[in-house]
């Protein structure tokens, strides 16, 4: 099993969920983050006092998936979160060690 | 009797104006009151009340971090209250009471002795004199706090609001609008108080933020506006007021109140999108909070020459007041490192005194405005940059006693550890958002 987590531009999240949707994915967890990275922050300006914001705003998705649809995921996640532009985000693979369903206890690829 | 003073209204010029039926009711065995005059002034009234309750609180607090959102507006509350019940105490009489001299009236009114409603003020009941000028002293004292929030005490605020309309204000206001006055006396032009309410609170700001010094972090922390939102809904009142203060100061509901009205629409409109022009121009982004800021400067710029300008003078002028005062709040304010808090210098002060200068220019019949057509540049310029030196020099003068009384009695200055828990809390006691 895989854990894939990525970050992504806030207003592509519901690309991102239609795309995996039609991929098999079942279910995910979204949290509202902030972040930085090449794209630096933003620069507010109050008659004419300069503030820069280094934090962003972005969405992270969390997805456990099967090894075998794991690069599916990724891949899919690359292509509809892409805006060819700074800031689009990133993707983490890790190794998942285990599952459990909460409800029934079933474990492994089952629990997903 | 008590009139606020129009182009080419130097002294004995003004009875001849046709604008101007008080000075022909002064002059008639008995005054009487007039029903339209009256209902207008009620309303002009009620609006510039509106401008402080809650224009320019909603304006001002807007700007101010969420932990002093409460003191600002509160700040501006009473010490507009306490106004009121000084005006009627002994404010009143200073500024429009009979006898005195150039520079402060007779105490005969003190207590509004002798007034009735049946008393008669030009064309409309003296209470309601009363009150529309009562509703001027309030929002000028109110203006001054705009540099001093985040970290003055509230009960510096009062001893020093008390003592500067005493010594500040009700002098300047009968300087400028009674009949004895000194400018009224030089001929200065000043339709609905450029000098009195604008120069003064600005001037005013500019030295108690001086002498109170900067915000803890200041200009290192960023201390951004935490609801422009609010700030645009204050804008908006404030501009609607504003005709309450300018076509209400024809005192009459006539033809100077309606040219009035329409610079008041035409120099604001010019002056908000001249600031957001400014700030393209200077490499940034068209603002919200620059939109507002050049309503708020052209609507200053545009009070003393209201009804002495023809509406395209007007926009001329709003749109020169803008680009001076951008320039005032976003790079001469950094550069002389001065803590103006929320730019009731930068805005009021410097706009003031372009609209009290530009007035000598705009009233010129061959720029469209309503001068006579004897009027000269030259000779009216000189008089108006008479005016602002003189209320420049008084302002200063009495806001460092003002300011130094208030120190003495209260400490004027928060405790660092009430500066940065905020105001709302340390002063008052409660949160403005829970």
Not at chain 2, 148 to 177: D, G, N
Not at chain 2, 238 to 258: D, E, I, P, R, T
């Amino acid at each position: 099993m895989k854990f894939i987590i990525a970050i992504i531009k806030p207003f592509k999240l519901d690309e991102v969920r239609e795309a995996l949707g039609a991929i098999g994915v079942a279910g995910m967890t979204v949290s509202e983050v902030k972040g930085f990275g090449r794209q630096k922050g933003q620069t507010e300006i109050y008659r004419g006092a300069e503030y820069s914001t280094n934090m962003l705003p972005k969405v992270k998705i969390e997805v456990a998936a099967p090894d075998d649809l794991a690069p599916k995921i990724v891949e899919t996640i690359q292509q509809v979160a892409s805006t060819e532009a700074i800031g689009d985000g990133k993707i983490f693979v890790l190794d998942l060690a285990a599952a459990v369903r909460i409800r029934t206890g079933e474990s492994g690829d089952t629990a997903l | 009797m008590n009139r606020k003073i129009l182009c080419g209204a130097g002294a004995l010029g003004a009875s001849l104006f046709a604008a101007m039926p008080a000075w022909a009711q002064d002059a008639a065995a008995t005054p009487t009151i007039d029903k339209g005059d009256t209902a207008w002034m009620l309303t002009s009234t009620l609006l510039v009340f509106l401008m402080i309750l809650p224009g320019l609180a909603l304006f001002y607090g807007g700007l101010t971090r969420s932990k002093n959102m409460l003191s600002t507006m509160t700040q501006i509350g009473a010490a507009a209250s306490f106004a009121m019940l000084i005006w009627v105490m002994y404010g009143y009489t200073m500024a429009f009471g009979d006898g005195g001299n150039a520079f402060v009236a007779g105490f005969g009114k003190a207590f509004l002795k002798g007034i009735t409603p049946d008393s008669v003020s030009g064309t409309i009941p003296e209470y309601v004199f009363v009150c529309f000028q009562m509703t001027f002293a309030a929002i000028t004292i109110a203006l001054v706090l705009g540099s001093t929030v985040e970290r003055v005490k509230f009960s510096a605020v009062m001893v020093f609001a008390a003592i500067w309309l005493t010594i500040v204000y009700f002098p300047i206001a009968h300087m400028v609008w009674a009949p004895t006055g000194y400018f009224f006396g030089l001929g200065a032009l000043d339709y609905a108080g450029g000098t009195v309410v604008h120069i003064n609170a600005g001037v005013s700001a500019l030295v108690a933020a001086l002498i109170l010094g900067k915000r803890k972090g200041y200009p290192n922390e960023p201390m951004p506006p935490h609801s422009l939102t609010l700030t645009f809904v204050g804008t908006g009142l404030l501009w609607v007021g504003w005709f309450g203060f300018n076509a209400g100061s024809a005192l009459s509901a006539n033809g100077a109140a309606s040219l009035a009205m329409i610079n008041t629409f035409v120099a604001t409109a010019s002056a908000g999108l001249f600031w957001m022009l400014a700030e393209r121009l200077a490499g940034h982004k068209g603002s919200a909070l620059g939109f507002c800021s050049g309503v708020v400067a052209g609507l200053v710029a545009v009070t003393p020459a209201a009804g002495n300008s023809g509406p395209f003078g007007a926009i001329v002028l709003g749109a020169v007041a803008s680009i001076i005062c951008f320039f005032a709040v976003s790079k001469l304010k950094p550069m002389l490192g001065y803590d103006d808090a929320l730019d009731a210098f930068g805005v009021h002060g410097i706009g003031g005194i372009v609209g009290a200068i530009g007035t000598g220019i705009v009233c010129s019949p061959a720029l469209g405005g309503p001068g006579k057509a004897d009027f000269s540049i030259g000779s009216q310029l000189v008089i108006q940059f008479e005016a602002v030196l003189a209320t420049i020099v008084i302002s200063t003068i009495g806001t460092v006693v003002a300011i130094y009384v208030a120190k003495a009695v209260t400490g004027l200055r928060v405790a660092p550890e009430v500066e940065l828990e905020g105001l709302d809390i340390g002063e008052h006691g409660e949160r403005a958002y829970n």
